[in-house]
Structures are given as C-alpha cells and as structure tokens.
Nanobody, 121 residues
Framework: QVQVVESGGGLVQPGGSLRLSCAAS????????MSWFRQAPGKQRELVAA???????NYADAVKGRFTISRDNAKNTVYLLMNSLKPEDTAVYYC???????????????WGQGTQVTVSS
C-alpha cells in the first residue's frame, strides 16, 4: 500500500508565503515524478509544478518566479515554497507521486487528499 500525505496549507495574506510538504510512504520501489496540482472552486484541476527525479522543475506560467518545487529523495518528500501569494492562488493543493511499487511493475499515479490554501486579507 502507498500513502501520500500533504501538509502546510492555511490562510495567508496577499504577498505572504507558505510551504507545502508531501510525503509518500509504503511499499515504494521508485518514484519518478512528484508534482503539485491545484483546484479552485468551479475550475478544473491544473498542474502547478512538477519535478522528475534527477530532472529540472517545470512550472505553470501563473506561478513562475514565485513558486519553487524541491525534493528530498531520501525521504520520498516533495515541497512547494510559495512566495508573493495572490488571491487567485486560493485552491486545494494536491500532491501527486508517479511511482512504482514493489508488487506492481508499472508506474502509477498516487494522490494525496489535498490541503487548502487561502490567500485573503
């Protein structure tokens, strides 16, 4: 079994910062890509940032220059540092791990339960 758990969301004023964390655990053999998605009310889930193992980060245009994704491979953890937050960043943020387990040869997507980020004065 695999668990993906996010933490670090909350309420922040415009211009403020938050750091999200996401840890994957369980029968994990290898993690390829770890990503952050978000979904605002009434909108589709969208990719925010992604980081392949040993690769360079990819960011949505809306967050470039403000958000930074990083990984600690030893801990199967991914982080999202969010600076200069705007009200339009308000959403539920989801972590995704594209990984291979010990009992299944192919890679699959595993999702966390989401963490709410609200940017408001």
């Amino acid at each position: 079994q695999v668990q993906v758990v996010e933490s670090g969301g909350g309420l922040v004023q415009p211009g403020g910062s938050l750091r999200l964390s996401c840890a994957a655990s369980g029968s994990i053999f290898s993690i390829n890509i770890m990503s952050w998605f978000r979904q605002a009310p009434g909108k589709q889930r969208e990719l925010v940032a992604a980081l392949r193992s040993g690769g360079t980060p990819n960011y949505a245009d809306a967050v470039k220059g403000r958000f930074t994704i990083s990984r600690d491979n030893a801990k199967n953890t991914v982080y999202l540092l969010m600076n200069s937050l705007k009200p339009e960043d308000t959403a539920v943020y989801y972590c995704n791990a594209y990984l291979q387990t010990y009992y299944r040869g192919s890679y699959s997507d595993y999702w966390g339960q989401g963490t709410q980020v609200t940017v408001s004065s």
